[in-house]
């Protein structure tokens, strides 16, 4: 099956959903989020720990995917680990780049309450190009 994202769509970016399919199937994600939740409540420390390194470490991993970004995986993992003040003996040390896109996920998914202003775009950027403003408006 060939995956087509959603900004490949002919009616992008005027695109139209049906609601009540939507609301159904958000409502049984978070049924089983909550699930999820209960379960990792019942771990120890350590599996909890590693739960959460998997999981955002697959989801930077897919979302850089979906911009034709290759990251590796252990790299990714490591700058998670070292970022949430984790454990990571073992792993290699991430390079700047990808430091930079997990410190932006991070940032967008731990904080997605914040408001997107202009300074956190520009933390962003500064994130995932550290050689600095090119001056351009």
Not at 19 to 33: E, F, I, N, P, T
């Amino acid at each position: 099956m060939r995956k087509v994202y959603i900004w490949q769509r002919d009616e992008w970016p005027h695109f139209m959903w049906d609601d009540s399919a939507l609301s159904y199937k958000l409502g049984r994600v978070r049924a089983l989020q909550g699930k999820l939740v209960g379960k990792m409540s019942l771990l120890g420390f350590d599996l909890k720990n590693e739960a959460i390194l998997n999981t955002l470490t697959s989801d930077i991993i897919k979302s850089s995917e979906i911009e034709g970004e290759l990251l590796d995986n252990d790299q990714v993992r490591s700058s998670i680990a070292h970022h949430l003040g984790m454990d990571v003996s073992g792993l290699p040390e991430a390079d700047r780049y990808v430091d930079g896109v997990v410190e932006v996920m991070l940032d967008a998914t731990q904080n997605y309450m914040q408001s997107l202003t202009e300074e956190r775009l520009f933390n962003w950027h500064a994130a995932l190009f550290p050689i600095g403003r090119s001056g351009i408006v």
